[in-house]
């Protein structure tokens, strides 16, 4: 299906629109700021595998970055200080300080 205005992302990843207030997902209608969260959100939201298990709760994610921010948010206690460190350096670096606590 072809849409007026709209952009393939990375060639084969997600179809959006660039809208005035960011880019648009043509699936679903969720608004990203920026075009590079496309990927993030087609993997999160519109995959079939869910293929990232939580150590603690076995609760599954489509990607290593949902489950990761999951850990942190509900399982913070039980992380190590070098797990907590790495996902600070890694996945958690787009996650504003005030909602990491």
């Known amino acids: 299906q072809e849409y007026q205005g709209a952009m393939e992302a990375n060639k084969g990843d997600l179809i959006v629109q660039e809208t005035t207030e960011g880019y648009q997902c043509l699936l679903c209608g969720v608004t990203m700021k920026h075009m590079k969260n496309s990927k993030r959100h087609k993997i999160d939201k519109h995959s079939e595998q869910q293929k ?23 399982h913070k206690e039980e992380l190590s200080k070098e797990e907590i460190s790495q996902l600070t350096r890694g996945s958690l670096r787009d996650i504003p300080h005030s909602r990491r606590t």
């Not at 489509?62 to 509900?74: L, V």
């Open 52 to 74: 990232h298990e939580c150590k603690f709760c076995n609760k599954s994610y489509r990607s290593k970055n949902s489950m990761e921010t999951h850990q942190y948010k509900y």
